[in-house]
């Protein structure tokens, strides 16, 4: 025999009177009678398993008269978290430039309106309009990033772990990639030198010290089994003092000796000489290129300023071997992001006009002094709205760039800083309270918490009444 029910459950209204109940036909006229019905049924049920625990509070509140229409405004918020996009646009305040947890490069108006013009409808994105027969889909970039880097063919993948493996697997497959100690790089999240390419099945062959390595360690590793010599650009740490690594130029030439391709993973890579805006010198894809390498990739979405993808350039032969790899077509790219790679491309052919164009460059040359106006504007209305609670200053402050690109490089900025203030012991609880509650803001803000005090870089704030707006809705 089972237990009768306990007796709250009388208390608890059907599924159809939920689903009927005035309260709730906005969200049943949004999201639908039966996602509608789930979540009563969802709800209800851990109500009920509440009471069978014995939860006294579950039970108690159940018999309250206000109990239908708080069970009402549940199911509602409930409803609305389900399909409301957990993916939202924030504020980037951490001082870093391009972050990849927040998504790295932000893109230029032309390229939204590109990709927003490609999502609509169907595009020629592999059919040629002359002949009427199928075409190519990378011939649409490879023509613009030839003209741009000089290179004789180029490729476009997912990102550029993906151009590495691609790579790899072309040509190198169960054959030795000399590699030196000192560029076995982790770049974050998971994607290792050695890693990648036990996954691309090359076989890492290393070669001289962590603090140096010559030409003739290179030579002297070189056999029957090689396929080809790989040099990582090292982009997010450097070794000082007593170093040596060996240039792509004098990698080119004892490659070209053993007929070995060699293949550079710039990293972020740029397009154009950085120092020109008075950037740290970041090496180029044409240096590279010049020097003599036959392989050469980076990120879409780092120091280039585009969308999230791996571009490869270097030789015909090479590129066409990457191509005819049955994994290139698990690798390629949409034609969003074509559209979008596209127009920054076109960007490039104006080095000059670059940092009013493209965003990555507006942040990364935006000057302190302009970067100190907005914290003047801002300083009042925060000490208004954090008043009693903390207290706020400007301060100098240095940008990173990120994602591994120029590491040790800062750029002079300024932010506004947020001191809680709390009795002692306190003051943790009340940081990370502020802290929440300017991530809870519907434009989420993200800063950087440092010895006790929450920092807001802000460099990459460019709309200070959208930032200001919202702050009245900051809950401490
Ligand atoms: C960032 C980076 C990668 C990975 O590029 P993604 O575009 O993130 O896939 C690979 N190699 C180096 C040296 C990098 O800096």
């Known amino acids: 025999m089972q237990d009768p029910p306990p007796s709250e459950f009388q208390f608890l209204p059907s599924v159809d009177k ?3 109940a005035p309260q709730l036909s906005v969200v049943v006229g949004s999201f639908g009678r039966e996602s509608v019905r789930a979540e009563i049924r969802t709800i209800l049920d851990k109500l009920r398993k509440k009471i ?11 018999r309250e008269p206000g109990f239908f229409d708080n069970l009402c405004s549940q199911i509602q918020h409930c409803v609305a978290d389900r399909f409301n996009s ?3 646009s924030v504020f980037n305040l951490t001082g870093t430039v391009v972050h ?3 998504g790295r490069a932000s893109l230029p108006e032309t390229a939204i309106t590109a990709m927003v013009r490609a ?27 030839c003209e741009i880097t000089g290179a004789e063919a180029a490729t476009v993948v997912n990102n550029n772990a993906a151009a590495v493996v691609l790579s790899l697997t072309s040509l190198a497959v169960n054959r030795n990639v000399l590699i030196s100690r000192g560029e076995l790089v982790e770049i974050g999240g998971s994607f290792r030198i050695p890693e990648v390419m036990g996954s691309a099945g090359s076989i890492l062959k290393e070669v001289g010290t962590t603090n140096r390595t010559h030409l003739k ?8 089994d090689t396929a080809l010599i790989m040099k990582v650009h090292t982009s997010n740490y450097e070794i000082r ?4 690594s060996v240039e792509v130029d004098e990698l080119a030439g004892l490659a070209g000796k053993h007929q070995l391709p060699l293949v550079v993973d710039l990293g972020s890579g740029t397009l154009i000489d950085l120092q020109q805006f008075g950037l740290p010198h970041e090496p180029t894809v044409q240096a590279a290129l010049e020097s003599g390498a036959d392989l050469v990739t980076f990120s879409g979405d780092k120091l280039f300023g585009g969308p999230q993808a791996g571009i490869i350039v270097g030789k015909r032969e090479l590129i066409d071997r990457l191509k005819r790899n049955p994994l290139k077509r698990a690798l390629r790219v949409d034609k969003v992001t074509m559209a979008a790679l596209l127009e920054v491309l076109f960007l490039y052919r104006s080095p000059k006009e670059l940092p009013s164009r493209l965003p990555i460059l507006r942040d990364l040359t935006r000057s302190v002094e302009n970067i100190g106006e907005t914290a003047e504007q801002l300083l009042p209305v925060l000490e208004q709205q954090l008043a009693g609670c903390a207290t706020v200053s400007i301060e100098p402050c240095q940008s990173q760039i990120g994602s591994g690109a120029l590491p040790l490089e800062l750029l002079e900025s300024t932010a506004v800083v947020i001191d809680p203030v709390a009795s002692k012991g306190a003051t943790d609880v009340v940081l990370h309270r502020i802290a929440l509650a300017f991530r809870k803001l519907p434009k989420p803000v993200v800063g950087r918490i440092r010895d006790g005090r929450l920092i807001f870089d802000l460099r990459c704030l460019h709309d200070l009444p959208e930032f200001t707006r919202q702050l009245s809705e900051l809950e401490l």
């Open 18 to 20: 939920l689903l009927q």
């Open 52 to 62: 069978l625990s014995g939860d006294e509070t579950a039970g108690r509140q159940i």
């Open 86 to 88: 957990s993916l939202v």
């Open 100 to 102: 990849t947890n927040l």
């Open 119 to 145: 999502a609509q409808g169907p595009v020629n994105l592999e059919f040629d309009l002359e002949t009427g027969k199928r075409g190519d889909r990378d011939t649409h970039l490879e023509q613009v990033i």
């Open 217 to 224: 360690d290179y030579e002297n590793a070189i056999d029957s």
């Open 241 to 244: 003092g007593f170093t040596k």
